[in-house]
């Protein structure tokens, strides 16, 4: 750190850029509080919702479909979803989303003139709004920062600051410390309130709209004592790389306008897997029946859109441009031919697993918000919903913005920090540029890649298995510290490997937890969906020991309105069974 | 290097690339050894976490970058002859197996 390290101020700092930053630095503007919205790369040019950007609207329900759709969320998330969150989401939805027709962010239209709805994985009445999300965000940026907002890019978070200088806490947050990603400056932040944005959790697999999203917000809030639920649903998967050459974003779009899933015999084979929602079934059902047909002959599989309309492909390719790009990169013509679908499992929160928040937003730590994939996505918790996270966000945002504004009004002067606390955060990010070693952080996301993207992992876990990819998991978080990064750019990419490592390390201990299986966390040794014992949430939080301590919470279904209609155990299938398809 | 091009007779040092691209794969640099040119020209300082989103492609003022498509990341995946794993690189497919009888 060459640099005098910048120091700043502000009542409300939103780490992450995406839909639910920008919506919660806006709305906090709006409510009074000076605001630092962060990025650490540029907001509308990282992050998934720019590559993938559609919004699941329901306007002018009747009190019949909000139960319906209610029902639906519910059952779609195996009843583990936040009730409190689903009623939430469904009253708010209208007003956040007319709020973005205000700032003219432009959905596709029909040729009326009329928001054109389409169909998203997870909903059986088309109800998402699309739109290419470069253009959508840097609206949003353009928004925020006439706003007042003020803009901190290309700046990393990798600590929040407590009151009392201790992890975990007793006290609250009151800012956070990071560095720029291109001189290595260090920032610290005072803040009275900080939101986090910080997107799911995933591995780097060269994939555009997850690389940059590695859990850094998972690890902060972790650390300060934050309670993490659902990470036993974090086996992600996806389908789309396309003939062994491009991961492409904007699944949930392309199963919309109606992909068809075939094998090599061109017979369509997901009904078989998923008799209810067939090809608009989940990400991770999706990829394990193409791997269970290629384990049964019948690969390589395709993803058919041979069939569907040309004015839906044009508007697939308009809204997600990434893979218009690669169409014509190598020629790709979705109307002539069907794209080769290799699936990829990994360890990432795909549609659940993350910080546990209340309907304003809150964490359990006082002074700390949480909006959008980085939460546990209450309200579609291990479920299969395409547009709803964006939503989710949108609506999260807004209500964390105005508690957050309305907090910080209360809290008269900035916290002094502990500098105790701040020398060991700036120990901790020095300590692998001081002395050249031979290990690089990309040797970490080798071997942590190569761990959690294990076929038997992925599929089949059981317990020796589990315990086996946590032993390594501990022997890489081990080598954390003898890694050289020479310049800030390769500081972040350690950052960004320390935080997926002890998240990862967090996801088997869930694993380990639920002996069951339910959604895509499949138990070998417990092949049956437990709705007597497991309608139940796995809560890991940092004990004052700074070990991770697993508790297990019932769900409050006495005062939930959709409760589950039998509480039994249910045996898991899977097309063929799963036990038959280990050996 | 793998996965993209600039065209540095075209490039005008402008910098949006480097703030386009959200995995900090660019400089800027005037150095005559590296680029040939004694002005500001971007150079691929870090090659091998481009994921090919192509932003920087699609923002360029003067159409300089050209994306290249390619994958370069270890995929588990199942073969005819059991499970693989394929690491796509520039020009072709190298498998390597991994370990026996699963």
């Not at chain 1, 069974?577 to 050996?583: A, T």
């Amino acid at each position: 750190m060459i640099f005098e390290p910048q120091r700043l101020e502000c009542d409300v700092l939103v780490i992450g850029g995406g839909i639910g930053g920008c919506r919660a630095a806006m709305r906090a503007v709006d409510m009074g509080a000076s605001v630092i919205l962060n990025d650490k790369a540029q907001i509308g040019r990282a992050g998934p919702m720019t590559f993938v950007h559609s919004q699941f609207a329901c306007w002018d329900l009747t009190d019949e479909e909000k139960v319906e759709w209610k029902k639906e969320f519910v059952e779609s998330a195996n009843y583990l979803a936040d009730q409190d969150w689903c009623d939430v989401i469904l009253e708010d939805i209208p007003r956040r989303i007319e709020d973005m027709v205000d700032y003219g962010v432009e959905y596709e239209r029909t040729e009326d003139g009329e928001l054109k709805y389409t169909p998203s994985r997870g909903q059986r009445v088309g109800r998402t709004l699309n739109v290419d999300g470069r253009v959508a965000m840097e609206k949003m940026r353009k928004r925020a920062k006439k706003m007042g907002v003020k803009l901190l890019e290309k700046v990393a978070f990798t600590d929040l600051l407590t009151s009392d200088g201790k992890l975990p806490t007793e006290g609250e947050v009151i800012g956070a410390v990071g560095f720029d990603i291109i001189t290595g400056q260090m920032v610290i932040v005072s803040a009275k309130s900080v939101i986090l944005n910080t997107g799911p959790l995933y591995p780097k697999v060269h994939a555009a709209h997850i690389d940059g999203v590695t859990g850094e917000g998972h690890r902060m809030a972790y650390r300060v004592g934050a309670e993490l639920a659902g990470m036993e649903f974090t086996q992600y998967a996806i389908w789309s790389v396309f003939n062994e050459k491009f991961a492409s974003p904007g699944q949930a779009k392309i199963q919309g306008i109606g992909a068809d899933f075939i094998n090599a015999e061109g017979e369509s084979f997901m009904d078989k897997y998923d008799p209810e929602w067939g090809n608009m079934s989940s990400l991770f059902r999706i990829s394990r029946a193409i791997l269970q047909e290629e384990m049964e002959g019948r690969g390589p599989c395709y993803v058919d859109m041979r069939h569907c309309e040309q004015k839906d492909i044009d508007m697939l390719l308009k809204v997600v441009p990434t893979l218009e790009q690669a169409c014509k990169t190598f020629a790709w013509d979705l109307k002539k031919e069907p794209l080769k679908s290799t699936p990829l499992m990994a360890v990432g929160m795909g549609t659940s697993g993350g910080l546990r928040v209340d309907t304003w937003s809150r964490t359990n730590v006082d002074g700390l918000y949480a909006v959008g994939t980085c939460t546990c996505l209450g309200f579609t918790m291990s479920g299969n919903s395409g547009s709803g996270h964006s939503s989710y966000s949108n609506v999260g945002g807004y209500r964390a913005g105005e508690h957050a504004a309305k907090r910080s009004a209360e809290i008269k002067s900035f916290a002094p920090i502990n500098d105790a606390q701040l020398d060991e955060i700036k120990g901790m990010l020095s300590k692998p540029t001081e002395k050249f070693r031979a290990l690089k952080p990309a040797d970490i996301w080798k071997w942590i890649g190569d761990t959690t993207t294990e076929n038997q992992f992925a599929l089949y876990k059981d317990e020796a298995i589990i315990q086996k990819t946590l032993a390594r998991v501990r022997e890489i978080k081990g080598m954390m510290g003898n890694v050289y990064t020479p310049d800030a750019h390769e500081l972040l990419k350690w950052v960004e490997a320390r935080s997926y490592v002890e998240m990862v390390e967090l996801c088997c201990l869930a694993y380990l937890a639920r002996t069951e299986s339910r959604g895509e966390h499949i138990r070998a040794d417990h092949p049956y969906q437990d709705d007597e014992d497991w309608l139940k949430w796995v809560i890991i939080k940092s004990g004052s020991d700074q070990q991770a301590q697993v508790s297990i919470w019932d769900l409050p279904f006495d005062r939930y309105s959709v409760k589950p209609t039998k509480r039994e155990k249910i045996p898991y299938s899977f097309g063929s069974n799963v036990s038959e398809s280990k050996q | 290097m793998a996965i993209e091009s600039i065209n540095l007779e075209t490039c005008d040092g402008c910098n949006i690339c480097i703030d386009s691209c959200p995995a900090d794969v660019l400089r800027l640099v005037d150095n005559v050894q590296d680029t040939g040119f004694d002005t500001w020209k971007v150079i691929i300082a870090y090659p091998n976490e481009c994921h090919s989103c192509s932003l920087c492609e699609m923002d360029c003022p003067v159409d300089a970058i050209k994306v290249e498509k390619t994958m370069m990341i270890p995929t588990p995946f199942q073969s005819h002859d059991g499970y693989k794993y394929l690491t796509f690189r520039k020009g072709g497919v190298k498998a390597e197996k991994m370990a026996e009888a699963r």
